[in-house]
């Protein structure tokens, strides 16, 4: 068993590097927040640079479950008001991610399966069906189908159909490939952000970098003094297996249920990822108790991979987007649900740098 992600074998170092030291736009972070910011801003023209601390992707990214749905186990704890702009924006992200592999014929294992959010709670029964009242009022179409998981007594589920599977790694190496005028500094740690005559002064291990234009899109810019900015978050760490199912599962689908204790699954070539243990972060966190509860759930009868993964959670579940200062732009606060919401928010910031217009600015 390789206590590491499935994803990590995937990665590619293929990158292009000019050595320099300013640049129009900086972007900070070489998550998939980051690259996504880099692969819409990659037709202005303008050099760009993305400074990672350790090797791009190798961080939240390499370890997240990969799955692409609408329905999220958050959905049960976003504030009503606020639920049918959020819908709306993973729509818009799983637009703008099957486009860039239609449009540019990406091989990343891309393909359609069922998506179910269920409970194992009576008690949670009715905060489905209010997710799914917000779903027909924005025309998304779900329905309440009975769904056998293990040994789960649930109570509840929600389907669509409109859902999918990815290999992460292979799908940002591919945009990877498709940047212009993009050079990545790898183990370049950021150690403060300054503003100096219209241009920001970044403070690195390898020296000073400058730029017009800043984004963060690391999880928390923990390097901001002195244009530090409170953001209140909460760091949630999951436990993850990737292997052989106990049961013999019909097709590929992926699960997730919005009760306290979670159980999140999909499959990929063949074989389960099980996410389950999560718990946010306080004081100490017992690791042996996560990882047990991914080996002994009853969902693996062999485990490949195990390894964990730390989200940021924000207090209102919904993504931190937009312009700080002047110049000054963030992306982060995914609540475990990166992919979606980072192509939305990479979209968004590329469109606030251009001057071009968009649809979402989520808790900016």
């Not at 486009?99 to 179910?116: A, G, R």
Request: aromatic share 10%; charged share 25%; hydrophobic share 35%.
């Amino acid at each position: 068993m390789e206590k590491e992600s499935l994803w990590k074998k995937y990665l590619n170092n293929n990158l292009d590097n000019d050595n320099e030291k300013e640049y129009d736009y900086l972007i900070i972070g070489g998550g998939i927040a980051g690259i996504l910011t880099a692969f819409y801003l990659k037709d202005s023209g303008k050099r760009i640079a993305i400074l990672e601390r350790n090797k791009i992707m190798d961080a939240v990214t390499s370890k997240m479950t990969a799955k692409v749905t609408v329905l999220q186990d958050i959905l049960s704890k976003i504030d009503e008001s606020e639920l049918d702009t959020y819908l709306k924006s993973q729509i818009e992200g799983m637009k703008l991610l099957k486009d860039n592999i239609e449009s540019y014929n990406l091989d990343c294992d891309f393909l359609k399966n069922d998506s179910y959010l269920f409970t194992i709670k009576s008690s949670n029964v009715k905060k489905l069906k209010i997710i799914k009242s917000h779903l027909d009022n924005i025309k998304f179409k779900t329905e309440f189908r009975k769904l056998e998981l293990g040994n789960l007594d649930i109570k509840a589920s929600l389907k669509t159909s409109e859902a999918y599977e990815i290999n992460p790694i292979k799908y940002l190496n591919e945009i990877v490939r498709l940047l212009k005028n993009t050079s990545v500094h790898e183990e370049t740690n950021v150690l403060e952000v300054i503003k100096e005559n219209n241009l920001f002064m970044i403070k690195t291990n390898k020296g000073v970098y400058k730029a017009k234009k800043v984004v963060f899109a690391t999880n928390y810019p923990y390097f901001l003094k002195p244009l530090f900015f409170p953001i209140k978050v909460r760091l949630e760490k999951s436990y993850i297996g990737y292997g052989k199912s106990r049961y013999n599962y019909k097709e590929n689908f992926n699960a997730i249920n919005i009760d306290k204790d979670v159980h999140s699954i999909r499959f990929y070539k063949g074989k389960m990822i099980y996410l389950t243990g999560s718990r946010m972060i306080a004081n100490k966190v017992n690791d042996e108790d996560g990882f047990s509860k991914v080996l002994n759930n009853g969902f693996l009868l062999q485990c490949d991979n195990l390894w964990s993964n730390i989200d940021i959670t924000t207090n209102d579940y919904l993504p931190i987007i937009g312009e700080v200062f002047k110049g000054m732009y963030i992306i982060t606060g995914f609540n475990t649900w990166g992919i979606l919401s980072s192509h939305i928010g990479a979209n968004i910031i590329a469109s606030l740098i251009m001057k071009n217009k968009s649809n979402f600015r989520i808790n900016s």
